[in-house]
């Protein structure tokens, strides 16, 4: 055989320490395991519910974690193993600052997760409709591009 040293450490090794990294918001450890591992370390999903890095990072606010980990290639919107997206980790759990920064990055709000829920779907259920209003509110274009969108003035 042989076969179970791959799993023990290895690539598997190297993606579980990841995103239990990631977990915890420990950017030092990231910066060592992506050194060793190269940049397709990004994209890797945790054993069970699947999560990448970022979608860790979403659940639990770190905004700066989100921006660096954007910046090596990550997805803003990679799929879990249920369809969720990084904004579903975050809308469900009632995380405003993660939630605002995806939708600005270029989140797509209209993914569904497997049991056919949207992000605002998610942080109605959790009983956080001002999340939810975010979310649905949320146009695209306007903050990508920095600029405000004309506004007409009406006359009498």
């Known amino acids: 055989g042989g076969g179970s040293a791959a799993r023990k450490g ?17 950017r030092g450890e990231m910066e060592a395991i992506l050194k060793s591992e190269g940049s397709g370390i ?6 069970g519910i699947g999560h990448t890095a970022m979608h860790w990072c979403a659940s639990r606010g770190e905004v ?4 660096w980990l954007l910046s090596l290639g990550a997805e803003v919107n990679s799929r879990n193993t249920s369809e969720a997206t990084p904004l579903h980790a975050a809308a469900g759990n009632g995380q405003a ?18 049991d056919g829920r949207t992000a605002a ?16 509110s949320h146009t ?10 004309p506004r007409e003035e009406e006359v009498d």
Do not use: C, Y
């Open 121 to 136: 779907d998610l942080a109605e259920s959790k009983g956080r409709p001002d999340l939810a209003n975010t979310i649905k």
């Open 42 to 47: 990004v994209h890797h999903k945790a054993r």
């Open 140 to 149: 695209a274009g306007a903050e990508e591009a920095g600029v405000e969108a």
């Open 64 to 67: 700066a974690l989100m921006v």
């Open 97 to 114: 600052m993660s939630v605002e920064f995806l939708l600005a990055r270029g989140a797509d709000k209209s993914l569904l997760n497997d």
């Open 10 to 26: 290895g690539a598997a090794g190297a993606g579980q320490a990841w995103v239990d990294a990631a977990k915890r918001g420990d």
